[in-house]
């Protein structure tokens, strides 16, 4: 089955040439034009990868971002005329795996996209379950289960998790996570590595407060996790 790309831009003479570009690879594409109806077909298409402009009317990709009801196995790409790292660390807390900045080589974001679906489908060499307690990670399925009802995680919020529970009580800087699960060998003053990790701790509940642990001045680890 064709992989599926959803195109937000309120630009056409972006999203023309995008979806273009991604059906002669042989993608499905859908467009939208503004962050209303990017939600909408969020929900509808099921893209696999969003690439999502951050200034559009209606709603801003940053607002699409926070609405999200589900992120399970889908990939974001911002877009963005800004080069600062205020905004990619912005993009990257709200869940974004990768971003550009316009003007853009359209055949480098095609190599991204396929890049990031790369990752998104790729099976560790041990696909062994990672288990902790109640908690149950399938790297070959990407599927997470608490207590045998399945978690609904972002992709980077997978990545994190089982990159912890892959190494337990092995203690991550958060320099180590941005580089080992955003490919950032830093950025200062950014909260990202937190907030995921806050989000981890609220969709697990008391299992994730207890096995997600904060050492501090330093960074996080898992305790009690393993194969």
Known sequence: MAKRILVADDERGIVGPLAYAF???GYEVAAAYDGEEALRLTAEFRPDVLVLDVSMPKLSGYEVCRRLESRTGMGIILLTVKND???KIAGLELGADDYMTKPFDLRELV???KALIRR???????PGKLTAGALSLDPASRTVELEGVPVD??????????????????VFTRDELLDSVWGFDSAPGTRTVDIHIQRLRKKLGDEGQR???TVYGIGYKASGAGR
């Open 23 to 25: 059906r002669k690879e």
């Open 85 to 87: 790292i205020v905004d």
């Open 111 to 113: 190599a991204r996209v």
């Open 120 to 126: 998104l489908e790729a099976k560790p060499e041990e």
């Open 153 to 170: 995680l972002t992709p980077k919020e997978f990545d994190l998790l089982a990159l912890l529970l892959a190494r337990p009580n092995r």
């Open 211 to 213: 096995l997600l642990q």
